[in-house]
Structures are given as C-alpha cells and as structure tokens.
C-alpha cells in the first residue's frame, strides 16, 4: 500500500512565526491576500501580538499635510520602516484612481483619518464621485450622495463642487483598527466649516453670532454616541486676547487632541511676540475646555516674518509656519524654542523629528493666502485649512459599507 503524502501546509503556530517576522507590513498585505487561512491568521489578535513582539523598537512614522484648498501635499515626511514605503504619501494617494475602469480628470483628498481617506474625483465628463478607501490596500468604495439632494443640487455640484460647505469622514475604532465609518454632508448654507475628525467625533469651525470675520467657536458632535445636541465651545482667547491676536483661527490636530495654535502682539508690541498653543480637554467643560499647551516669547527682530500653519501630527511641540518674507516653511521646536527655515526646492531635507522631509507646492498658495492672514484678517474669510495623513499602526482594512 502506497503511503500517504505529509501534507506541505505548517501548521498555524509555525505559520505566524514565519509570517510574523515579514519586517513590513506592505508586505504582509501581500501575503494577506493570498488565501482565505492566511488572511483569518494575519487578522487575528494572537498575529498581531507577536509581530508587535517582534517589532516593538520604535521607528519613524510617515506622514503627509495635505492642502485642503487645492488638495495637494505640501510638506511630505518619509521614512517609515514599519510599512515599507519608498515614496512619499501625498503623491501616493493622489495617484490612487478608484474606479480602475474610469478615467478621472481630477483627484481631491478631503479628509483623513486613521488610515482612511474620503476622495472627490471627476470623470472626464466631469460627473463627480466620492470614495472612500485605505489607499495602501487599494480598497475604495463609491458613496452615493445624500438622498435629500435634488436634482437642481447634483447639477451645481458637477459644475463647481460648491453644493457642499464640508464634506467630514469620521471612524469608529476598536483596538487600533478602523470598524465603521461616516461620511458627512455639511450643506453650503451652513455655518459651520472644516471639519476636523478625532475619536468618533467632528469638529466644525463656525460662526454663530451673524459674523462673516471670523470662526470664533469649535462645534464638536459624537457621531457614536448620538445625543440631541452638538457641543458649542468659544476659542480660548476670546475675551482675554482678542485684541491682540494677529492671524485668524483655525485648528487641527496634534499627539491625540484638537489643538489651536496662534501668534499674540501682547501690550501691542511690534517686535516681541507670543505663540501660544491649546489643547481641547473636554467638550462640555466650558470655561474649561482649553488647556494651554504652549507659551512661547519669540521676536521678529530676525527679520523672519511668519504666521502658524499647522501642529505636527504626532509630536506637540512641533509647530508648522509659513514665512512669507523669507518664502520658507519654519519648524518652530516649542520646547527648545528654536527654529529651522526649509526653502521649497527639489530636494529632500532631514527634518527635527528625525523624518526626510519634502516640501512642494506651498509657496504659490501661500502667497495668495498671507495677505487675507496678515493684512486684512477681519475682512473676509481665509481657508489655511490642511488634513494630516499619517500611516497606521495596523492595517485598518476598509470596514463594510453600511447605509
């Protein structure tokens, strides 16, 4: 009688160890896909464990900030071992084309969040779709728009995109990975405006007292814990330094909270300046809400004339300005107070943070932006508005659509 062959296929344990030892996690999304076991096993908490075991070290994250006025990366951080990328995220994901079996004329990142993106793009016929996806697995799926839209709406949505103030993705999280999300729909007439995603919950700038200047307060509102009303909270420098403050309000985020960051003229003082920076601690502390962060005494008698842009993503003490005399993007260590200046150019720079930095199209919009910003903040509404794109821990597959 013939002997049985040994089956080839190792068994579960020995397959993790070998599987876990892949040093990136693009290339185990290679091996993820190859069958239904092996995707069980890599998704499974005991995997997930032991390659974090396995690569516990720290190493450096990528990260993109995207222009959300003409979506397009303006400062690029590359270097991250984990994932195993050898370019940069921003050109990455503007390249991505959803439907494979469409061509696109136009390619817009809207929002980022936890891995995922929420992307406009238009047929060559110029239809619009909206997609979200995680870039790095190629997984997208289309968004219908909102049933409430009439006919008149979707015509002047495919002829200038304006049918929408904003257009918001938010993620549900459970153990670091990404188990549901929302997208969105903020109509034009709306008051409020860029929203900014965190923990299950957007934050809108927006203005509630009749007054085109200015944003003067956060609305935040749990898209997983519905309640019956939205959080109303004033910026922090309302009453106490509104008179001195020199560049209008935006926020973004920074080591895991909503932060607003901006420069005082304290006892209207041309020279000397202060940069303070606060965190958001608690929606419904109000007067509480802000913690402040930072408190910086700089000094423009360098000749360095500048105004904040955004927080880095991950490290609070890391600011982001655009100089416009200089035409440089300046790292502002809050720490250390020390500044580095970067000027736009065809090559890359090892940044602070230990990253290689890149930085392209921000001195054209920049120049059309700072005039709104230094000169005329009153006047009329600015959009220095910017998504942070940052690589995941994990995978965060494209959970199920659910309508």
Not at 287 to 295: D, F
Not at 297 to 317: A, C, I, Q, R, W
Request: include cysteine.
């Amino acid at each position: 009688m013939e002997k049985k062959r040994k089956s080839l296929v190792p068994p579960e344990e020995v397959l993790v160890k070998i599987l876990a030892r892949l040093v990136s996690l693009r290339s185990i999304a290679r091996v993820r896909s190859v069958c239904k076991e092996w995707k069980l096993i890599i998704d499974s908490d005991f995997f997930r464990d032991h390659y974090e075991s396995l690569h516990s070290s720290p190493s450096s994250v990528s990260w993109s900030i995207m222009n959300n006025s003409n979506k397009t990366e303006i400062v690029g951080h590359h270097g991250c071992e984990r994932w195993g990328l050898t370019g940069f995220l921003g050109s990455f994901i503007t390249r991505s084309n959803p439907n494979e079996t469409t061509a696109v004329r136009k390619t817009c990142v809207l929002s980022c969040t936890d891995g995922l993106v929420l992307l406009y793009t238009e047929t060559m016929e110029g239809a619009p779709m909206y997609h979200v996806g995680n870039p790095l697995l190629r997984q997208w799926v289309l968004i219908p728009f909102p049933p409430h839209l009439t006919g008149y709406d979707v015509v002047r949505l495919q002829e200038n995109r304006n049918c929408f103030h904003d257009n918001g993705l938010v993620t549900k999280m459970e153990k670091g990975i990404a188990v549901g999300y929302k997208v969105v729909w903020t109509l034009i007439w709306s008051r409020l405006s860029h929203s900014v995603p965190l923990n299950e919950i957007l934050h809108w700038l927006a203005t509630i007292d009749n007054s085109d200047a200015d944003a003067n307060y956060v609305i935040s509102y749990d898209f997983y814990n519905v309640g019956d009303e939205a959080s109303i909270i004033p910026f922090p420098d309302i009453q106490q330094y509104q008179g001195t403050r020199r560049f209008k309000r935006t926020i973004t985020t920074s080591a895991g909270s909503v932060v607003y960051c901006n420069a005082f003229g304290d006892n209207n003082n041309v020279v000397e300046r202060t940069v303070r920076v606060w965190r958001l601690v608690s929606t419904h502390e109000h007067p509480n809400s802000w913690q402040l962060l930072w408190q910086v005494m700089t000094s423009d008698k360098d000749g360095v004339e500048y105004f904040p842009m955004v927080m880095h993503p991950l490290n609070s003490h890391i600011m982001y300005c655009w100089s416009c005399n200089t035409n440089s993007l300046l790292l502002f260590n809050l720490r250390e107070s020390k500044c580095s200046l970067h000027k736009e150019v065809k090559r890359t720079y090892k940044s602070m943070d230990g990253c290689i930095m890149r930085i392209s199209d921000c001195k054209e919009y920049m120049d059309s932006i700072s005039p709104k910003l230094v000169n005329n903040m009153y006047a009329s509404n600015h959009h220095l508005f910017f998504s942070q794109f940052v690589l995941p821990r994990w995978f965060n597959p494209l959970p199920q659509l659910i309508s």
